[in-house]
Each structure stands twice: as structure tokens, then as C-alpha cells.
């Protein structure tokens, strides 16, 4: 199963709003409705924020939203801030009853 | 709140073993399947393994098929992760995870991490 792709890094003032793309297959994104967005800062463990495409959890801040569309998901965080620094990565539940990771996003607030 | 705490790391040379463990506090252990992903120094996530609340469905990675084996003991709240011929790519930070019921379809919390070296 190969990783799915998403770009190295993505950049964005504060207040302005940034978009991350993930793609993968029919056998992976695109055939079901089990994308996640994880947030990771260095020497951290990564932190759910975004599950079923769409969904956040309890505490997770509403400037944060997914959706997909075909075989790619995206996740926006708008208002950006300083804290949303660090890296993302989606994940898809696949054909084979596993998980798959992104590359993984560094997300930069300049 | 939830509380994973990943034990057993350590240095291993190749071709040989090591059995991490997984002390799970704060939710329902027996209602959700938990699973094992790494990290390479500097590098992405990898999903490792997944072994459903009824210890029922196991599936793992094609990169540790054969090699790796998950259990859980639902009567002490534990994961663990027996791996065997280790390579030099096995290298990474183990965490362990909850997540999913009978298959993985997300990972809800994170443990902080357990580093595995391998190297001769």
C-alpha cells in the first residue's frame, strides 16, 4: 500500500486561510469515508483533528475542516496562527482492512 | 483522558528480537481496537498493526508481515508487539494508539513513543 500524497510543505500568513491536499486511490480515499487529519508538532506525539472527512472532535477548534471530492481529501485551517505551525498528515482506511499515512504536510506561519 | 505509556524500547541488532509494551489508562480497553504506527528519525507515519477489541482481527503492514506479531491481554489493559528478524529499517519511534473497533478506520490518541534502534 503505497503512502498517499500530499505536498512537502505548505505556507500562510496569520489570519490568512491554507489548504492541504492528500490523494490517493478508489482503493483508499476515494472508495470510503474514512479520512483523518492528524496534527504533529517536533517531538510530539500526533493528535487527531479531523475524522470521516468531515468530522471534528470534541475540542478540536472549528478553524479546522475537511472534505474531499473523487480519490483527493483536503483539509483547510483558516484564520491561521501561530500555534497551527508544524506537520499534517491524512490518513485513509483502504481495501484491505489497514490504514494508510500521507507524506505529510510541514505547515508553515510565516 | 486517555493514557498510553509504550515500554521495551532499546537498542537490537539486526536479525534479533524485541517485545514492546503498551499500558492503557483512562477509556475502555476492551471496547477499542488498538494499533502500532512508527516514525523513522525524520520521517512520516507508518501504520504497523491493528488487532480489534476482541483480539478477533489482527492485520498489519506489508513491511512487517511475518515478522511482527500484535496481542493484547484485555485483563491487564495491555498492548504488546513482538518483533522478530529486525532490520535496520525497522528503526523508529513505536507508538501505540487506539482506534477503530473491528478494523482500523482512524487513530483516536497517541502514546508518546517508544525509540527502537536497530544496528549493528
Known amino acids: 500500500q503505497s503512502a498517499l500524497t500530499q505536498p512537502a510543505s505548505v505556507s500562510g500568513s496569520p489570519g490568512q486561510s491554507i489548504t492541504i491536499s492528500c490523494t490517493g486511490t478508489s482503493s483508499d480515499v476515494g472508495g470510503y469515508n474514512y479520512v483523518s487529519w492528524y496534527q504533529q508538532h517536533p517531538g510530539k506525539a500526533p493528535k487527531l483533528m479531523i475524522y470521516?472527512?468531515?468530522d471534528r472532535p470534541s475540542g478540536i477548534s472549528n478553524r479546522f475542516s475537511g472534505s474531499k471530492s473523487g480519490n483527493t481529501a483536503s483539509l483547510t485551517i483558516s484564520g491561521l496562527q501561530a500555534e497551527d505551525d508544524g506537520d499534517y498528515y491524512c490518513?485513509?482506511?483502504?481495501?484491505?482492512?489497514?490504514?494508510?499515512f500521507g507524506t505529510g504536510t510541514k505547515v508553515t506561519v510565516l | 483522558q486517555v493514557h498510553l505509556v509504550e515500554s521495551g524500547g532499546g537498542v537490537v541488532q539486526p536479525g534479533e528480537s524485541l517485545r514492546l509494551s503498551c499500558a492503557a489508562s483512562?477509556?475502555?480497553?476492551?471496547?477499542?481496537?488498538m494499533n502500532w504506527v512508527r516514525q523513522a528519525p525524520g520521517k512520516g507515519l507508518e501504520w504497523v498493526a491493528f488487532v480489534s477489541y476482541d483480539r478477533i482481527n489482527k492485520y498489519y503492514a506489508e513491511s512487517v508481515k511475518g515478522r511482527f506479531t500484535i496481542s493484547r491481554d484485555n485483563s491487564k489493559n495491555t498492548l504488546y508487539l513482538q518483533m522478530n528478524s529486525l532490520r535496520a529499517e525497522d528503526t523508529a519511534v513505536y507508538y501505540c494508539?487506539?482506534?477503530?473497533?473491528?478494523?482500523?478506520?482512524?487513530?483516536?490518541?497517541w502514546g508518546q513513543g517508544t525509540l527502537v534502534t536497530v544496528s549493528s
Open positions: 490518513s485513509s482506511y483502504t481495501s484491505t482492512s489497514t490504514l494508510v
Open positions: 483512562g477509556f475502555t480497553f476492551t471496547s477499542y481496537g
Open positions: 470521516e472527512v468531515s
Open positions: 494508539a487506539n482506534g477503530g473497533e473491528v478494523v482500523v478506520t482512524r487513530i483516536d490518541s
